[in-house]
Each structure stands twice: as C-alpha cells, then as structure tokens.
C-alpha cells in the first residue's frame, strides 16, 4: 500500500448555501459516513477541511491505496465528488513528520 491524498473543491454553484438543498446536504451526510467508513477499516488516516468562505474552502483526504487508479477509484466513489458537489484530485502522498502535538488535534 501507498500513500495518497485527494484534494476536494466545491463546484461553484455550491459557494452559496443558497445553493445547498436536501439533496446536496444529503450528500454531503453520505460524504461524511463515507469517510468514517474509511477510518474505521484503516484505509482513511487524516481528513480535514479549511475553516474559510465555502468560495475558498476545500478539504483534504489522506488514505492507503494500491496504485493512482485505486486511488483514484476511492476518490470517485466519494459520494461528494460521484454526485457532483465537489470536484478532485488525487495525489501520491510523502508522509515526512508527524510530531506528538498533531494528536491534539483530533476532531473525532
């Protein structure tokens, strides 16, 4: 296994909460469970969000995976992205430091 990371953007129709009906919070429910999954099998190791405006918001998903096309599979079955929300991109991933105070910041 390697490392990857998929970087998630919104589409720009979903800068605006205006924008965000039942179906896309339901999404966005689906994206949530979706990663949890993926923490809770050990495939997910670190997700996280900016805090910003949702025009410059994005999020990130560090995970295992075999090569860049289960990488990108895992990426495209985001309920996020394979219902058009969000838009991304996945990368090989270089882990170099993890310090001790990084656990601090465990939101779950």
Not at 16 to 32: I, K, L, M, S, Y
Not at 39 to 63: A, K, P, S, W
């Amino acid at each position: 296994m390697k490392l990857f990371v998929y970087h998630l953007a919104l589409k720009p129709q979903y800068h605006d909460f205006a924008a965000w009906d039942a179906g896309v919070q339901e999404t966005f429910n689906q994206h949530a469970e979706y990663l949890n999954r993926g923490i809770q099998h050990g495939r997910v190791m670190m997700v996280g969000r900016t805090d910003t405006e949702l025009r410059d918001n994005f999020g990130m998903v560090i995970f295992e995976a075999e090569n860049q096309a289960d990488a990108d599979e895992f990426m495209n079955s985001d309920p996020a992205v394979s219902k058009g929300v969000m838009v991304g991109r996945a990368f090989p991933f270089k882990l170099l430091k993890v310090t001790e105070q990084a656990k601090k910041w465990n939101a779950w």
